[in-house]
């Protein structure tokens, strides 16, 4: 019994695992962080695009 929890205390391939996870929730957040604020530029310099071709017709 004392050398299965000793074994068990000594695995740390959870602890990767967990890490792995760590990271790629970040990068997912900063991911999206990047396209949120992209689009919303896009959509500005788009509308302003339109608006400008609009009034010139």
Do not use: H, P
Not at 37 to 42: K, P, Q, Y
Request: aromatic letters at 8%.
């Amino acid at each position: 019994m004392l050398k299965r929890f000793k074994q068990f205390c000594g695995d740390e391939s959870g602890a990767t695992a967990i890490e792995y996870g760590l990271i790629a929730a970040l990068i997912a957040v900063a991911m999206i962080g990047a396209v949120t604020t992209l689009g919303e530029n896009l959509q500005t310099i788009f509308g302003t695009v339109s608006n400008s071709l609009a009034g010139a017709s």
